[in-house]
């Protein structure tokens, strides 16, 4: 196996202070491998970045059309949300729609990432709920499937069917057999597969077409578009996914995974690109995706949005600046 290959640079002044080490693969339509740094079958748990394959049964098994969902609340099976109030409003409303509440769900709660709802709570003296997991999107999507299929209420089990439509669909898109899983923060199986595989998914993404003639490359078509169409929804304000997506004007979409993974799907191109960064660092992910991308040229280099990730100034309390954060020879 291939080593990781030095991939994102920390300076300060003249000095090389940090170095992040990590793994991409980009991919093409056939699934093959246009280029790669690092171990391309690098097994790893994609995480977050792979939320449109698990929002692919949702589509493919006619629930979404059954509820009525909204290209909105399909960004939102996606996401992975700062829980501000366009993001909890609309579960909310979505999970009543079902006639299902907070509890029906099995994410778990923690405080928003966004500031003003974070305050709000403290304000009004309430604890979050679970619609403020940044997955809460994901499970009323998770939710919407299970009422379709009659399944029981405990839908993040392994062997629950909507877990297993969510493995069938992982392991055809990336062309593996998974080797396992590990439980993801919101407590729903993440499947693990080479970084190429999820390459290769990713670039399944990247050639569905909307008039295609599968059912699953419909779904993964229309996904890319409610992303795409709606980037403020997939993270939020100051977000490297919103931000970027925003910068490409809808042409990509960008998902981001805890522990350093990036996901990019390009339909322009029909490449998909898989990033995984070994030590976990997000600083280093979002360099390292805004890089590729600048390297395809679907991504201006002088944008402020990628400016704020990629040759990005490292700065101090009394706002001096440091040194840089930048990527590598080896990945330019």
């Given at each position: 196996?291939?080593?990781?290959?030095?991939?994102?640079?920390?300076?300060?002044?003249?000095?090389?202070?940090?170095?992040?080490?990590?793994?991409?693969?980009?991919?093409?339509?056939?699934?093959?491998?246009?280029?790669?740094?690092?171990?391309?079958?690098?097994?790893?748990?994609?995480?977050?970045?792979?939320?449109?394959?698990?929002?692919?049964?949702?589509?493919?098994?006619?629930?979404?059309?059954?509820?009525?969902?909204?290209?909105?609340?399909?960004a939102?099976?996606?996401?992975?949300?700062?829980?501000a109030?366009?993001?909890?409003?609309?579960?909310?409303?979505?999970?009543?729609t079902?006639?299902?509440?907070?509890?029906?769900?099995?994410?778990?709660a923690?405080?928003?990432?966004?500031?003003?709802?974070?305050?709000?709570?403290?304000?009004?003296?309430?604890?979050?709920?679970?619609?403020?997991?940044?997955?809460?999107?994901?499970?009323?999507?998770f939710?919407t499937?299970?009422?379709?299929?009659?399944?029981?209420?405990?839908?993040?089990?392994?062997?629950?069917?909507?877990?297993?439509?969510v493995?069938?669909?992982?392991?055809?898109?990336?062309?593996?057999?998974?080797?396992?899983?590990?439980?993801?923060?919101?407590?729903?199986p993440?499947?693990?597969?080479?970084l190429?595989?999820?390459?290769?998914?990713?670039?399944?993404?990247?050639?569905?077409?909307?008039?295609?003639?599968?059912?699953?490359?419909?779904?993964?078509?229309?996904?890319?578009?409610?992303?795409?169409?709606?980037?403020?929804?997939?993270?939020g304000?100051?977000?490297a996914?919103?931000?970027?997506?925003?910068?490409?004007?809808?042409?990509?979409?960008?998902?981001?995974?805890?522990?350093?993974?990036?996901?990019?799907?390009?339909?322009e191109?029909?490449?998909?690109?898989?990033v995984?960064?070994?030590?976990g660092?997000?600083?280093?992910?979002?360099?390292?995706?805004?890089?590729?991308?600048?390297?395809?040229?679907?991504?201006?280099?002088n944008?402020?949005a990628?400016?704020?990730?990629?040759?990005?100034?490292?700065?101090?309390?009394?706002?001096?600046?440091?040194?840089?954060?930048?990527?590598?020879?080896?990945?330019?």
């Amino acid at each position: 196996m291939t080593n990781p290959v030095p991939m994102v640079e920390i300076w300060r002044g003249d000095f090389l202070e940090s170095i992040h080490v990590g793994h991409a693969v980009i991919c093409d339509a056939s699934g093959d491998i246009v280029q790669a740094w690092g171990a391309p079958d690098q097994v790893v748990l994609p995480r977050s970045s792979s939320k449109m394959i698990q929002a692919l049964p949702l589509i493919e098994s006619g629930a979404a059309t059954a509820a009525g969902l909204t290209m909105d609340q399909l960004a939102l099976s996606c996401a992975s949300h700062n829980s501000a109030a366009i993001h909890t409003d609309r579960v909310a409303a979505w999970l009543a729609t079902l006639g299902l509440t907070d509890d029906d769900m099995r994410c778990g709660a923690h405080d928003p990432k966004d500031i003003e709802a974070r305050n709000a709570l403290i304000r009004a003296h309430k604890k979050p709920c679970q619609i403020h997991n940044n997955c809460s999107g994901k499970h009323a999507g998770f939710l919407t499937l299970n009422r379709h299929i009659g399944g029981g209420s405990e839908y993040i089990n392994p062997k629950h069917p909507v877990q297993m439509a969510v493995l069938e669909a992982f392991e055809d898109l990336t062309n593996e057999t998974s080797p396992g899983f590990g439980i993801d923060g919101c407590s729903a199986p993440n499947y693990a597969s080479t970084l190429h595989g999820f390459a290769r998914a990713m670039a399944f993404f990247a050639t569905a077409n909307e008039d295609g003639t599968s059912v699953r490359e419909r779904a993964a078509a229309t996904l890319v578009q409610a992303m795409t169409t709606f980037p403020e929804l997939v993270a939020g304000d100051g977000r490297a996914c919103t931000e970027l997506m925003r910068a490409m004007d809808g042409r990509v979409a960008l998902k981001t995974g805890a522990e350093a993974v990036y996901s990019a799907i390009i339909p322009e191109l029909k490449l998909g690109v898989a990033v995984k960064i070994s030590d976990g660092s997000t600083r280093a992910a979002e360099c390292a995706i805004a890089a590729i991308l600048v390297k395809l040229g679907v991504l201006d280099p002088n944008h402020p949005a990628t400016l704020k990730r990629m040759n990005a100034p490292v700065t101090n309390c009394n706002n001096i600046t440091t040194g840089y954060i930048r990527p590598t020879k080896e990945l330019l």
